[in-house]
């Protein structure tokens, strides 16, 4: 049985950092893309960014590019999310999710492009 387990969120003020974690167990994540996705309140849950299984080619929408980074040690079977210069329209539970496939969807970071989901964690972006 697998399981990915997400850390790392929290309450952070406009302008800060925080780094996410996702920890996979149960599956090697050397074969498949990997995601981070996000969902506010009320609001449909959106991608944030995707890594190809080698972490040769990464993924992320306009509302986040240049500030989140996305970086994946396979050895570890784990995947990050660097999130610097935050904002408060960044907050949300973010999930990371497991793509059957190596590679990111050419149709953009869709959730339903990815089969394997954690619990999420909560970030909170707030003064």
């Known amino acids: 049985q697998f399981k990915i387990v997400e850390s790392g969120g929290g309450l952070v003020q406009p302008g800060g950092s925080l780094r996410l974690s996702c920890v996979v167990s149960g599956f090697t994540i050397d074969y498949y893309a990997m995601g981070w996705f996000r969902q506010a309140p009320g609001k449909e849950r959106e991608g944030v960014s995707c890594i190809s299984s080698s972490g040769g080619t990464t993924d992320y929408p306009d509302s986040v590019k240049g500030r989140f980074t996305i970086s994946r040690d396979n050895a570890k079977n784990t995947v990050y999310l660097q999130m610097n210069s935050l904002k408060p329209e960044d907050t949300g539970i973010y999930y990371c999710?497991?793509?059957?496939?190596?590679?990111?969807?050419?149709?953009?970071?869709?959730?339903?492009?990815?089969?394997?989901w954690g619990q999420g964690t909560q970030v909170t972006v707030s003064s």
């Open positions: 999710a497991a793509r059957g496939w190596d590679y990111c969807s050419e149709y953009g970071i869709v959730p339903g492009a990815f089969g394997s």
